[in-house]
Nanobody, 129 residues
Framework: DVQLVESGGGSVQAGGSLTLSCAAS?????????MAWFRQAPRKQREGVAA????????HYSDSVKGRFTVSLDSTENTLYLRMANLTPEDAGTYLC?????????????????????WGRGTQVTVSS
């Protein structure tokens, strides 16, 4: 199965930027997986923030990050990226990479996060005001 390892988290001031990476242990092929980023803040539900629908190549974002975050997939490096700009304290939390087998069908970001069945351990993002 695919194993996912996130990196790139850190502490930034409000208005700053970070780029997160998610390295997969085996080849991510657009024919096999949907890929997504979620975040988990203390005392809040896990929230989907960005995803790639590899059925048609479309990129999906939650309203809270649209226009500030950019998701991309480099299949040659087996790596999913999340570029985050103009960060606010509300963006703080643990960011997790997830994968869903395409044979199970696409799920929107507002679906139950556990529709994605492969997870990394996460990378922490802290944003100070």
């Amino acid at each position: 199965d695919v194993q996912l390892v996130e990196s790139g988290g850190g502490s930034v001031q409000a208005g700053g930027s970070l780029t997160l990476s998610c390295a997969a242990s085996k080849v991510i092929t657009p024919t096999r997986y949907y890929m997504a980023w979620f975040r988990q803040a203390p005392r809040k539900q896990r929230e989907g923030v960005a995803a790639i629908n590899t059925d048609d190549g479309t990129l999906h974002y939650s309203d809270s990050v649209k226009g500030r975050f950019t998701v991309s997939l480099d299949s040659t490096e087996n790596t999913l990226y999340l570029r985050m700009a103009n960060l606010t304290p509300e963006d703080a939390g643990t960011y997790l990479c997830a994968a869903r087998d395409r044979s199970l069908g696409w799920k929107n970001l507002d679906a139950d996060p556990y529709e994605y069945h492969v997870w990394g351990r996460g990378t922490q993002v802290t944003v100070s005001s």
